[in-house]
């Protein structure tokens, strides 16, 4: 997700009632991402107002063989797409929001394995 779509998800009538996380394979992602500064920009960003997910590994490898299933794709933007997944289930955090039009199509497959409610950057605000 691109920093301008996540603000208006920490409008100060959100920030209240909403704890932002993200998962360590964001970075990972961010480290593949072609345009450096923007990554920067990005990285710089979910340090300042997100915290880091604290994940079982364990569980987290079981959810992501779960996930080849539903999102079978094998490409390195595939496997990080799982790993950011099963981090969030893995961490006991029920929201994902994303862009990603992928996993937004597979969501209800998704969210009826796990406790996990996916959702886009809009239908998170609304």
């Not at 970075?27 to 920009?41: G, I, Q, T």
């Not at 997100?50 to 987290?60: H, I, M, N, P």
């Not at 779960?66 to 799982?82: C, F, H, Q, V, Y």
């Amino acid at each position: 997700m691109e920093p301008d779509e996540v603000k208006p998800s920490l409008a100060a009538w959100l920030s209240d009632q909403v704890h932002y996380y993200s998962e360590p394979e964001f970075y990972h992602e961010l480290n593949r991402a072609p345009k450096r500064e923007r990554a920067e920009n990005t990285r710089k960003f979910i340090r300042l107002s997100f915290k880091e997910a604290r994940l079982d590994k364990e569980e987290c490898s079981k959810i992501r063989e779960k996930l080849i299933k539903i999102l079978p794709g094998t490409t390195e933007n595939d496997n990080s797409d799982r790993k950011q997944l099963a981090e969030c289930a893995a961490s006991g955090i029920e929201y994902f929001i994303t862009g990603d039009g992928p996993i937004l199509s597979k969501r209800n497959e998704i969210q009826e394995m796990f406790d996990l409610t996916i959702l886009s950057p809009l239908e998170f605000i609304l």
